[in-house]
Nanobody, 125 residues
Framework: VQLQASGGGLVQPGGSLRLSCTVS??????????LGWFRRAPGKERELVAA????????WYADSRMGRFTISRNSAKDTVWLQINSLKPEDTAVYYC?????????????????WGQGTQVTVSS
């Protein structure tokens, strides 16, 4: 499975961005994957901010992200988006998408093992 994150950029506080993660390779029900969006802010550890299971449409969000972050995917299940609204300077980070293909919990970052390159999000006026 190959993942590619895109959509980052420089945004003013209060603005919005939609990040995209394109998934290629084995992507079918025979190779179901769960996908998570992570971020690493300057000087901080990488954290899982949102995740979406292959089966079902119940996303998971880190508590502090609910309301401003929305994770979704297309019907082909080869693109997963992360919509971020009301951006704050503290959202500045490199955002990564990652996937896993097992039944481990989606809300634990250490369970993910396919990684894409990140996309930089900078929130500044």
């Amino acid at each position: 499975v190959q993942l590619q994150a895109s959509g980052g950029g420089l945004v003013q506080p209060g603005g919005s961005l939609r990040l995209s993660c394109t998934v290629s390779g084995r992507t079918s029900d025979a190779y179901a994957y769960d996908l998570g969006w992570f971020r690493r802010a300057p000087g901080k550890e990488r954290e899982l901010v949102a995740a979406l299971p292959w089966r079902g449409d119940r996303p998971w969000y880190a508590d502090s992200r609910m309301g401003r972050f929305t994770i979704s995917r297309n019907s082909a299940k080869d693109t997963v988006w992360l919509q971020i609204n009301s951006l704050k300077p503290e959202d500045t980070a490199v955002y990564y998408c990652a996937a896993k293909m097992d039944s481990s919990p989606i809300d634990r970052g250490s369970n993910y093992y396919y990684w894409g390159q990140g996309t930089q999000v900078t929130v500044s006026s």
